[in-house]
């Protein structure tokens, strides 16, 4: 009888009271408190907005401008939200709270089946919503929540295919590749057939993986999924966006760098550790015990999940630490097996350590953090955060490191168990401490100064300075350009010295200035200009 086969215990209600609170604390805490972050959550609400606001839900643009950079389910997602909750930070964050929270569950329920210990099950669900990179892309009002989700449960049925070759788990990997192709495009197909087909083949397997891979009624449900918007799409003369996409978002994306975003084949060496924090050390015990029995066909596939990822996006050319994640779905899993073979629990704490030292002590780091002349907009984060610390801060930050120093000193108790306990205190600093402290830095000023520009309602413009969630806030979408006479400009301290060239004469009055950002006025000219003759700047 394979793991599948077996009948999982029914859970204990305090369980599924865990798996709340720590969905709770990792995906939903101060998600309606905290700003907007620049650059993706202002880019995708604003697009959303502008696409509500022209009644086009096939095509999106960002200040006016056409945005592809992903296809068009979370936009949906989001407007669906907005038109239920209305225009607030809640409701921007709403869908990928709601697909990392099904994101854990079916971590859970995958683990729960395959596991032979079913408190694995539940460390592997906990990683989800406590470990660093994961909580916030939960957190966050982007694409990436929803496309673990589908890359999650694709790769999950894809092994149930390879236990019980099937009809039903061969449509659900069709199924969730459709929507994950909508959510962020190809990634959700290219991983799942590359991961596939090496494992089939390593499995001995290759006839059963053909047989998927020419499943006729599963490409036409994959496709029926694509239709819903790439049909609408093709008749409102609007096919060239799906070009666009398919060529500058991807292939430009993995062959050059784009945005400055990595490029080094060091890259993910050096943020692996970090992005699973503070579970990190359960990495050893599943990376060792997980190759020495690769024979296990289970093991060989959470393997070579995540190896097959981490292969990928070290050779692209764009890189951020958290497309890793798409394949740490997997290894979630295989921390789970492996929980209770976890090191000393110094060892198996000293992540949880360090950032607890780390938040602990920021209040003395950020007055001595190294800013070039030229980073006027980080300066002025850096200062504005120096001065936005908070009595709760301190409490947080030193009860959280009182705490994970009393568990390492606590001789009876479990390893993992103390790690779990560490998490939970950890991912409420995260986003009721240090979270706030840099959104109260860096993008309360622009909401401020959003406010403002709303309330004056004179012609706007930003100069040279994509920070989207300042149209968010200001309620209309913000060009990029020279102000008019008598307009307001929004522009980031780095920008002022281009300003004043570009405008060497204008009078330019500050409106506002906090931390990174400034909002000017550009005065009317006095002086009378005859009729056709080219405006004097003063």
């Known amino acids: ?35 907007l972050f620049d650059l993706d959550e202002g880019a995708f609400s604003e697009a959303t907005l502008e696409m509500i606001r022209s009644g086009n839900w096939l095509t999106t643009t960002l200040n006016g401008v056409p945005r592809y950079a992903k296809p068009i389910l979370t936009y949906w997602l989001q407007g669906a939200s907005v038109e239920i909750f209305g225009v607030h930070t809640f409701a921007f964050r709403l869908p990928s709270v709601l697909c990392a929270c099904l994101w854990m569950l079916a971590v859970w329920r995958f683990s729960r089946s395959h596991l032979p210990n079913p408190r694995g099950a539940l460390v592997a669900a906990l990683v989800v919503p406590l470990g660093l990179m994961s909580g916030i892309i939960g957190h966050a009002a982007i694409a990436d929540a929803a496309l673990n989700l589908f890359l999650a449960l694709t790769l999950f049925d894809v092994y149930r295919y390879f236990e019980r070759p099937a009809r039903a788990p061969m449509l659900r990997v069709y199924l969730w590749m459709g929507l994950g192709l909508l959510t962020k495009g190809p990634v959700a197909v290219v991983l799942p057939l590359v991961a596939g087909t090496l494992f089939f083949l390593w499995q ?32 409102h003369g609007d096919g060239g966006f799906l070009a666009h996409f398919i060529l500058g978002q991807n292939v430009d994306r993995y062959t050059s760098t784009m945005q400055g975003h990595g490029g080094r084949l060091w890259y993910y060496f050096l943020w692996f550790p970090l992005i699973l924090l503070p579970f990190t050390a359960l990495v050893v015990p599943a ?14 596939w959470l393997l070579l999940w995540f190896a097959v990822t981490f292969v990928i996006f070290t050779f692209s050319s764009t890189q951020l630490p958290h497309y890793l994640l798409y394949g740490c779905s997997g290894l979630f899993v295989l921390l789970g097996k492996y929980h209770e073979r976890a090191p000393a ?18 209040p003395w780091i950020l007055p001595h953090v190294p800013v070039p002349p030229r980073r006027a907009f980080a300066a002025g984060v850096i200062a504005l955060a120096e001065r936005s610390f908070q009595p709760l801060y301190y409490a947080l930050a030193f009860a959280n490191l009182a705490l994970v120093v009393a568990l390492i000193a606590w001789r009876g108790l479990a390893a993992w168990r103390a790690l779990l306990i ?5 991912a409420v ?55 008019a006479e008598g307009g307001l400009v929004f522009l980031s301290k780095d920008q002022l010295p281009a300003l ?37 700047l003063q």
Request: hydrophobic content about 55%; charged content about 15%; some cysteine.
């Open 422 to 426: 560490a998490a939970f205190a950890q």
């Open 1 to 35: 009888m394979t793991p599948a086969d077996a009948a999982p215990a029914r859970t204990p209600w305090n369980w599924w009271l865990l798996l709340a609170a720590a969905a709770f604390i990792g995906f939903a805490s101060n998600i309606w408190n905290t700003p």
């Open 429 to 483: 600093v995260l986003w009721w401490a240090v979270v706030p402290l840099v959104a109260a830095a860096q993008q309360a000023p622009i909401r401020e100064a959003a406010a403002i520009a709303h309330r004056l309602d004179q012609p706007t413009v930003s100069f040279h300075t994509h920070l989207p969630s300042f149209s968010v806030y200001r309620g209309a979408a913000t060009r990029d350009g020279l102000p």
């Open 204 to 235: 001995r397997r290759g006839r059963d993986w053909l047989r998927a891979l020419l499943f006729i009624p599963g490409w036409c449900l994959t496709l029926a999924i694509l239709a819903v918007w790439l049909v609408p799409l093709y008749l």
């Open 500 to 536: 004043r060239r570009a405008l060497p004469h204008a009078d330019l009055v500050t409106i506002y200035e906090t931390g990174g950002v400034v909002l000017l006025e550009r005065e009317e000219s006095a002086t009378p200009r005859l009729p056709g003759s080219a405006p004097r």
């Open 345 to 362: 629990k110094l060892w198996t704490l000293l992540g949880a350590l360090l950032l607890a030292l780390l938040y602990a002590a920021l």
């Open 287 to 300: 990376f060792r015990h997980g190759i020495r029995r690769s024979a296990d066909p289970l093991d060989a």
